[in-house]
Every structure is written in structure tokens, then in C-alpha cells.
T-cell receptor, first 109, second 111 residues
């Protein structure tokens, strides 16, 4: 969507870290999300962060939020072949949930 | 636990035909959403409903209508289908300010 922007592609070697970036426009967004979509499937929530937090860690996933720059990132440590998917950033503002175009992550051996 | 159920899973329409995509959730969520997903464009919000009895336009509402029949159900209607509406449609629901749960999608082709 026009309110949330992401780069479209990322290629990473297995075992390396992946970093997916996202920018959003609305400073009153309350929650920001990362979703994962595997081929032919629906969207699965990976993690989310409340807008008053700077960082959230959940196993191999680290979310960083820079509210001043309206920048969100998702770091996946020790990337595996099963992490190949499309990753969507989304923000929630006044009940409206808007998504970015998605970043296609390809993990190479 | 069914979660969000969309029907049908696949549909082929001729240009000008009408149809309704159905969505139901059993999680007692207030908010429901309809998105379309097209290659390279991510998910674009068509309409959403913050609560029973209310609906609002999203980014791409033209050519669609919605109905929040009750708290469980949120339908999307195409009155006169066009090839530009060929897409994968996703319904989602959420309670206030938390995770949105998605249906498995409806793959619609308009010929």
C-alpha cells in the first residue's frame, strides 16, 4: 500500500542474517507487524511491536522500530531455507490495517 | 477452531457477471477486512469494518461493495466483474489493536 513501503527482493546465504526494512508514513500508527506468506498460502503473523517500543526479540527474530524516522526492520538470525517467503510489513492506525508490497526473501545454499 | 473461513477458494467469472465472496470468523473479533493481492503490489485494502454495522473504504474500493451482516460475517460483492479484478482476495479479522488472522484466500479469475 502507499502508506507502507518495502524493498521488493532480498537474497541471503543460508546461515547468514537477513534484514528486511520498511518505512511507514503515519506517525499515529499504534502497532506494527511482520507477516510471512509462503507460496499458495495465506498470511501468518511472525511478530508485532507496539509503537512505544524500540525493540522486540523473539527467538531468531528481532524487530527494531525507529519512530522518529518511521522505520521498521526485521532481522532473522541464522536464516534457513524454510525462511524463503514473502515478508509483509503492516501498520495499524485507527482500525485500518495497511500492508507494504512485500519483500521476497530467497535463501541460497 | 476454524478461525477465518472464506468461500469459495477458486472462481472463474465472465466479464459483467456478479458474485459475492463470503467470509466468516468465529473468534468474536470486532474488525474485519478485505484485501486483494496482486504480484508486486502486496496487499491492498479494499474495505474494512471496524465493528458490526460500520464499513469504510480502503485504498481500492471501486468496483466493490461490502456488507457486514453481523459480527461474524463480512461479504465482498462484485456487481459487474472486470478482468482488472482478477486477483487473490483475502479476508482478515482482528480484535482491537492485535493480530489480524487471515483466511486462505479466494483466487478469482475474470475472463
Amino acid at each position: 500500500g502507499e502508506d507502507v513501503e518495502q524493498s521488493l527482493f532480498l537474497s541471503v546465504r543460508e546461515g547468514d542474517s537477513s534484514v528486511i526494512n520498511c518505512t511507514y508514513t503515519d506517525s499515529s500508527s499504534t502497532y506494527l507487524y511482520w507477516y510471512k506468506q509462503e507460496p499458495g498460502a495465506g498470511l501468518q503473523l511472525l511478530t508485532y511491536i507496539f509503537s512505544n517500543m524500540d525493540m522486540k526479540q523473539d527467538q531468531r527474530l528481532t524487530v527494531l522500530l525507529n519512530k522518529k524516522d518511521k522505520h521498521l526492520s526485521l532481522r532473522i538470525a541464522d536464516t534457513q531455507t524454510g525462511d524463503s517467503a514473502i515478508y509483509f510489513c503492516a501498520d495499524l492506525n485507527d482500525y485500518k490495517l495497511s500492508f507494504g508490497a512485500g519483500t521476497t526473501v530467497t535463501v541460497r545454499a | 477452531n476454524a478461525g477465518v473461513t472464506q468461500t469459495p477458494k477458486f472462481q472463474v467469472l465472465k466479464t459483467g457477471q456478479s458474485m459475492t465472496l463470503q467470509c466468516a470468523q468465529d473468534m468474536n473479533h470486532n474488525s474485519m477486512y478485505w484485501y486483494r493481492q496482486d504480484p508486486g503490489m502486496g496487499l491492498r485494502l479494499i474495505y474494512y469494518s471496524a465493528s458490526e454495522g460500520t464499513t469504510d473504504k480502503g485504498e481500492v474500493p471501486n468496483g466493490y461493495n461490502v456488507s457486514r451482516l453481523n459480527k461474524r460475517e463480512f461479504s465482498l460483492r462484485l456487481e459487474s466483474a472486470a478482468p482488472s479484478q482478477t486477483s487473490v482476495y483475502f479476508c482478515a479479522s482482528s480484535s482491537s489493536n492485535t493480530e489480524a488472522f487471515f483466511g486462505q484466500g479466494t483466487r478469482l479469475t475474470v475472463v
